[in-house]
């Protein structure tokens, strides 16, 4: 079955707009629909950055073949979504959050920063950019009515969103990762995990059914993965305000990028010294902002590379495994890329508590065997073969 108009059939030329936001979004305008608004096409050079050449138009294929298998680049996020899932409350939960994306993108731009914290106003109050963030994802996750309860980084406690359990959803996020560097003007980002029914304990990165993270850099994007639909889906915010598809990645591979988090643990972890030295050696491209969302990010924009935040005995673990490890895992894998926390996939680990923090690793298939061969002397992942460890 197929619904929707097929993006092909109207040319080259990208579709027309459906949302309108020419000043940014305020909070309040996180409707309760979370409806489209119509609009004009888009001032200045509007029409020309939507054109993009036939030969860019890719056609996915859905695992379950009674779904839609035609979203295309160019599609608009509301688009992509109704092809990609039958699940209107999913549709419905990940178009409000990217409302909220939208508006945070706009106030970590215009916030003010001194001193040891980053301001935005917000009606007659100052608030902190990452309450601000914080505020607006329970306010879009509320708004949805599908959320039953939603849990943040800064508040991890399960708060009851009003939405039903069943065919609805939970969902936990770190409203604002690298809020130390808004400062600095490195790219931050917002991260998120949807699990279906009123459960955030007990289950495994892998029960996700979706999960996304909202870049905020020179770019503002929001990358999407749906347990159903395959690939990690890239959609740039356009000037008008509207989230167009602009990449798909559906393989991650081999490629001499890293991105070395936690280095002060080599200090004690002499298996992570290894590591390192081994990127080094073999003349690696150093990519590491301290921002997570970017560091991992560009693995599945670039379509290769390795993201490691390792610990040692003086330097415990910092990620969460619930608000930034597993959705950001789920993200890599449905790209094509692997994740580990030296054992197993970091989507099988199950969050026995909100606040259980990992150490972790992404990226292509090698450079999982390579960390946990290095780290641990074996590799899951490994049958045969040539090793790949830096201690071969
Ligand atoms: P931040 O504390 O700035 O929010 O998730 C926490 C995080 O950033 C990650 O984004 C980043 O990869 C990591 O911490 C960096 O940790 P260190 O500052 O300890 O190196």
Not at 227 to 252: A, C, M, N, R
Not at 358 to 386: C, D, M, P
Request: hydrophobic letters at 35%.
């Amino acid at each position: 079955m197929e619904t929707g108009i097929a993006c092909c059939a109207r040319g080259a030329y990208l579709p027309g707009v459906s949302q309108h936001s020419k000043a940014p979004v305020s909070p309040q305008s996180i409707s309760p629909s979370c409806s489209s608004r119509s609009l004009k096409s888009s001032s200045l050079f509007g029409e020309t950055l939507r054109f993009v050449p036939r030969s860019s138009l890719k056609v996915s294929k859905a695992k379950n073949p009674s779904l839609v298998t035609r979203c295309e680049i160019g599609d608009s996020l509301e688009e992509f979504l109704t092809k990609a899932t039958s699940d209107k409350g999913l549709v419905r939960v990940l178009m409000c959050m990217g409302e909220a994306l939208r508006t945070i993108a706009f106030k970590v731009r215009t916030a003010s920063c001194g001193g040891t914290a980053c301001v935005n106003s917000f009606g007659d109050e100052q608030l902190a950019v990452d309450m601000l963030a914080n505020k607006l994802l329970f306010e879009a996750l509320t708004y949805s009515h599908f959320c039953k309860y939603a849990c943040s980084e800064e508040v991890p406690e399960l708060q009851d969103m009003g939405g039903p359990t069943e065919g609805g959803f939970s969902v936990a996020f770190d409203p604002l990762d690298g809020s130390s560097i808004v400062d600095t003007n490195f790219s931050v980002g917002t991260i998120f995990g949807v699990w279906p029914g009123d459960k955030l304990i007990g289950v495994t990165g892998r029960d996700q059914v979706a999960a996304a993270m909202g870049v905020y850099g020179p770019r503002t994007t929001y990358v999407l993965a749906l347990k159903d639909y395959p690939g990690s889906h890239e959609f740039l915010l356009l000037d008008e305000g509207k989230w167009q598809h602009v990449k798909e990645t559906t393989e991650i591979g081999e490629g001499k990028l890293f991105s070395p988090g936690n280095l002060r643990a080599t200090f004690d972890n002499v298996d992570y010294d290894k590591l390192i030295n081994y990127y080094v050696k073999e003349k690696y491209t150093l990519r590491y902002t301290g921002g997570m969302v970017p560091d991992v990010n560009q693995i599945i924009v670039k379509e290769k590379g390795v993201f490691t935040n390792v610990i040692s005995p003086s330097s415990k673990a910092k990620l969460r495994l619930l608000f930034e490890v597993a959705p950001l895992g789920f993200l890599v894998e449905k790209a094509g890329g692997y994740s580990s926390d030296g054992h197993q996939s970091v989507l099988d680990k199950e969050i026995i508590n909100l606040d259980d923090r990992t150490q972790v690793a992404y990226g292509s298939k090698n450079e999982i065997i390579r960390f946990e061969e290095t780290l641990y002397g074996k590799s899951r992942l490994k049958s045969e073969g040539v090793p790949v460890g830096a201690a071969a």
